[in-house]
């Protein structure tokens, strides 16, 4: 049980590349923080300086009161579960889960004992003599786990421990984590680009670019107040729609027609040129299907559906639009950083599931304004971030977290 | 594949095999011929004799050739032992760290494994009668080393560069010292590693002939090879070429023996199940 502090953390590798730049992250004592980010933003370079596996260029990680910069991995009593599980092949399971107790010299009846334990939450009794060889990714999996959890650790570490399992799979030992989690009320650090994972894991999410912290918020902050492009088009899928725009009086004139901003809003994007607004796939929807009472709230404009994917729960709906070229190459620009490729400028539009609108016609979509960003698409900053806002859902979470963690202890 | 390249490929494979072994045919057979049939000409002795085995192993020719087997096991089983011990910590040292010099040290032991015997052996030959270990057991283990350790050193830096570094740290994250991640982790997992190393440098070291014929004198330290070429035969008008035979069988069969017990051992996928995919 601990907290983990880190301020002005830097990392740089032998070239003067700073994989890590200056990050200061406080994880209180029991959170589940997340670290995300595509793939080269530092994140798994993030938690092995945290375990010790990699060196603090500057900068100080404080563990539990005590700075461990210079501690070797064996002092920081942390556990950590690889990406790839590092089971020692030549061990039973029994033994690769009492490895940490052996070395630490805890005797037989003992280990026997919390190997016992481990392995009932784990729920591998009957696996405990085979070898980690013979045993399914999920197992392995979970005796990777029971390695980490069957010693009284200060904190949990993961490297990406789901990205190697199916989907289906990767659902239940999500959840798993999380009941494990709560259960054991340890500070958990999870490193994964998944972001379903992200949002779904943790107390906190802290989301790098290149090294740096863009934002450090419960995952529904993030969703709803990001503070800049990155953020905002790295977390949600589908990804926010950002779409070219010029301010006109209290409005702004998109390709999707005007969206309505009021005028504190309005107020803030004062003085732009050219703007990006940041409009999420779920604010749109079927025009023909939008209560009366909703529709002043939002704008309605007609559009030429592309493609539409009908899922059942759910219909997403393509609507490619024209960008001036500045823009168009920045967002190009960004799904690429994003790990993603975007060949063409084009909106996804979520809509009802019942709508019959089809491919290759117009179509009358209606827009809700009230939730959406004003980026600046020079230096990425969202305009219209209500910080407050921002606050009291992470604030929120925050609660939540210590209520979960109390029921859990009685 | 069809039948006919399965044919076909057994018919070239017979073919080799049968190049490759008629030699060691030809010795065995040599091996049970008695003198008077050494130099007929024909594959099959007339009459199987057990003569020539009788001369090394209990007739005149045994106080030659018994020591010499006592030395020769002694002598390379030291050398194995102590060339796997040093490249094992050799290999891990150029397979993990990263120092100055790693590419030298590889370099300089390949160097050393092409360096051709022969023109060491006079040089070390007078030094060796100079500081006291011509004709010893130590006079013959460290040539024996410079043999075989540039061998071991690569052959096992290959092995444990196989195997994932997150094994290790995953031990030390878990509390081990490097020490303990080493031996409780590295060396089971190099294990095969180490054994097909060891039994590499077991032959080198028994199939050594040079240094065991200029080093030696006497059967304080005299090895098999160099032994086989001192058998005389009962008079001097007779080739001693079945005592030599029957010997080179006898000293061929700890070799073979050590294959088929350590062929468990050297198995590959020992790793399997440590690492997803």
Same mark, same amino acid.
């Given at each position: 049980m601990a907290s983990i502090e880190m301020s002005h953390i830097v990392k740089q590798y032998g070239d003067g590349y700073?994989?890590?730049?200056d990050v200061s992250l406080d994880i209180a004592d029991g959170e589940f923080m997340i670290l995300v980010g595509p793939?080269?933003?530092g994140k798994s370079t993030l938690l092995r300086m945290i375990v010790g596996l990699e060196d603090i260029t500057s900068g100080d990680m404080v563990i539990a009161g005590d700075?461990?910069?210079? /501690?070797?991995p064996r002092d920081r009593n942390l556990s950590m579960v690889f990406q790839n599980y590092?089971?020692?092949?030549?061990?039973s399971v029994y033994e690769n889960i009492a490895f940490p107790l052996r070395l630490a010299k805890v005797p037989d009846s003992e280990v026997r004992k919390r190997v016992e334990e481990a392995a009932s939450v784990l729920e591998l009794q009957e696996h405990?003599?085979? /070898?980690?060889?013979?045993?399914s990714g999920g197992q392995r999996q979970r005796v990777a786990m029971g390695r980490a959890i069957v010693r009284a650790a200060d904190a949990f570490l993961f490297d990406?421990?789901?990205?190697?399992?199916d989907a289906k799979l990767r659902g239940q030992m999500r959840t798993e984590i999380a009941r494990l989690q709560r259960r054991l009320g340890i500070t958990t650090v999870y490193v994964t680009h998944d972001q379903t994972e992200a949002m779904t894991l943790g107390d906190r999410v802290c989301v790098l670019r290149k090294g740096v912290i863009q934002q450090v918020a419960s995952p529904r902050e993030l969703y !709803?107040?990001?503070?800049n492009l990155f953020v905002a088009g790295f977390i949600g899928s589908p990804p926010m729609n950002f779409l070219p725009a010029s301010v006109e009086g209290t409005s702004l004139s998109t390709p999707f027609g005007k969206v309505e901003l009021g005028e504190e809003r309005a107020e803030k994007v004062k003085g732009y040129d050219l703007l990006l607004v940041g409009i999420r796939? !779920?604010?749109? !929807?079927d025009a023909s299907l939008v209560d009366e009472a909703k529709k002043p709230y939002g704008s309605t404009f007609t559009a030429r559906v592309d493609v539409t994917e009908w899922l059942g729960d759910a219909q997403y709906a393509y609507i490619p639009y024209e960008a001036p070229a500045e823009i168009a190459e920045q967002l190009k620009q960004l799904s690429r950083e994003l790990d993603s490729d975007q060949l063409r400028t084009q909106a996804v539009v979520s809509i009802d599931?019942?709508?019959?609108?089809?491919? +290759?016609h117009e179509a009358e979509f209606w827009l809700d304004t009230r939730k959406v960003h004003v980026f600046?698409? /020079?230096? +990425?900053?969202?305009?219209?971030?209500d910080a407050e806002a921002g606050r009291k859902l992470t604030e929120m979470a925050a609660e939540d977290r210590i209520e979960q963690v109390e029921r859990a202890k009685v | 594949m069809s039948t006919r390249e399965k044919v076909g490929w057994g018919i070239g494979g017979l073919i080799i095999i049968i190049y490759c072994l008629f030699p060691v045919a030809w010795i065995i057979s040599l091996s049970f011929k008695s003198s008077d049939d050494i130099?007929?000409?024909?594959?099959?002795?007339t009459v199987f004799s057990g003569a020539n085995y009788e001369q090394i192993l209990v007739g005149d020719a045994a106080g030659l050739f018994l020591p010499a087997l006592v030395n020769s096991f002694g002598i390379c089983l030291i050398a194995t032992f102590i060339s796997c011990l040093l490249s094992m910590f050799a290999a891990y040292a150029i397979a993990r760290l990263d120092f100055p010099g790693k590419k030298l040290i590889l370099s300089t032991a390949l160097a050393v494994a092409i360096f051709p015997v022969i023109s060491i052996v006079t040089p070390l030959f007078n030094l060796w009668r100079q500081i006291g270990l011509y004709n010893t057991w130590p006079g013959l283990i460290i040539p024996y080393l410079s043999l075989t350790l540039p061998i071991s050193i690569w052959t096992l830096s290959a092995f444990f560069r196989e195997i994932p570094w997150e094994m290790e740290q995953a031990a030390q994250v878990d509390g081990a010292t490097p020490w303990q991640a080493f031996r409780k982790v590295i060396v089971p997992l190099a294990a095969p590693g180490v054994f097909t190393t060891a039994i590499i440098a077991f032959f080198l070291a028994w199939n050594d002939f040079v240094y065991g014929i200029s080093l030696?004198?006497?059967?304080a330290a005299r090895p098999v090879p160099a032994a086989l070429g001192l058998f005389s035969g009962?008079?001097?008008?007779?080739?001693?070429n079945g005592p030599i035979a029957a010997a080179a069988v006898i000293v061929t069969i700890p070799v073979v023996l050590l294959v088929l017990l350590f062929q468990r051992r050297i198995v590959a996928g020992l790793t399997n199940g440590a690492v997803k995919g």
């Open positions: 700073p994989a890590v730049n793939s080269g933003c700075r461990v910069n210079d /501690k070797a590092a089971l020692y092949p030549h061990l405990l003599e085979r /070898k980690p060889a013979n045993l990406e421990p789901l990205s190697n399992l !709803e107040q990001p503070v796939p !779920e604010y749109f !929807e599931s019942t709508s019959r609108i089809r491919e +290759g600046d698409p /020079k230096t +990425g900053e969202n305009l219209t971030r | 130099s007929n000409g024909q594959f099959l002795p030696t004198s006497t059967e009962a008079s001097q008008f007779e080739s001693p």
